[in-house]
Nanobody, 128 residues
């Protein structure tokens, strides 16, 4: 069982930056692939970024955030981060952290059904 708690959301202007954090419970955090998803009002949840386990040597990004967002993990602290830069109004959404113990690939890491555990989300609002 893993519990996830996101933080770091807020309101920024276009071009600004935020760092989202996800705190995970559990002694086997390093055995979980981690991902960030987001959901805007009236839209489906979409993949943002993912990072492999245990060392995070592989990272994957949605095309819409590539070059602007960076996912990272700190297994010693049971934390996953999403550094977001050059934010745009279309980045406005509720951002969710997710974890999975399943074997995953580039394709499966981008699919929400791959993930078993989810946080409650943190809101990011980008104004123009």
């Amino acid at each position: 069982q893993v519990q996830l708690v996101e933080s770091g959301g807020g309101s920024v202007q276009t071009g600004g930056s935020l760092r989202l954090s996800c705190a995970a419970s559990g002694r086997t955090f390093s055995s979980y692939g981690m991902g960030w998803f987001r959901q805007a009002p009236g839209k489906e949840r979409e993949f943002v970024a993912a990072i492999s386990w245990p060392a995070g040597t592989s990272t994957y990004y949605a095309d819409s955030v590539k070059g602007r967002f960076t996912i990272s993990r700190d297994n010693a602290k049971n934390m996953v981060y999403l550094q977001m830069s050059n934010l745009k109004p279309e980045d406005t959404a509720n951002y969710y952290c997710a974890a999975t113990p399943k074997t995953w690939s580039i394709v499966s890491s981008t699919t929400s059904s791959t993930y078993v555990y989810w946080g409650q989300g943190t809101q990011v609002t980008v104004s123009s």
